[in-house]
């Protein structure tokens, strides 16, 4: 059965940091490349960032650069996103997905910003 659970969203005050984490099961995690997207009511779900299988090729999305870090831990089968200097518009909720040939959605964790 695969699970892509997320963790680690809640309420912070504007530039504030979070950590979230998405915890992976149920497939071969370290074969997947696995992006963060993120979903505002009324509005489609967007990239935010992405990682490759390998680790080694990162992508962000411009309103993110610099702020936030993608990254993955293949033996704990665990992809995280560092968020820092939070804004007020990074406030939605996020998703971890998953993709090969396949693709996998997590349930979401809200972020919250606002003071």
């Known amino acids: 059965q695969v699970q892509l659970v997320e963790s680690g969203g809640g309420l912070v005050q504007p530039g504030g940091s979070l950590r979230l984490s998405c915890a992976a099961s149920?497939?071969?995690?370290?074969?997947?490349?696995m992006s963060w997207y993120r979903q505002v009511p009324g509005k489609e779900r967007e990239l935010v960032a992405s990682?490759?299988?390998?680790?080694?090729?990162?992508n962000y999305a411009d309103s993110v650069k610099g702020r936030f870090t993608i990254s993955r831990d293949d033996v704990k089968n665990t992809l995280s996103l560092q968020m820092s200097s939070l804004k007020p518009e990074d406030t939605a909720v996020y998703y971890c997905?998953?993709?090969?040939?396949?693709?996998?959605w997590g349930q979401g964790t809200q972020v919250t910003v606002s003071s």
């Open positions: 990682i490759s299988a390998a680790g080694d090729s990162t």
């Open positions: 997905y998953a993709r090969r040939w396949i693709a996998y």
């Open positions: 149920g497939f071969s995690f370290s074969r997947y490349d």
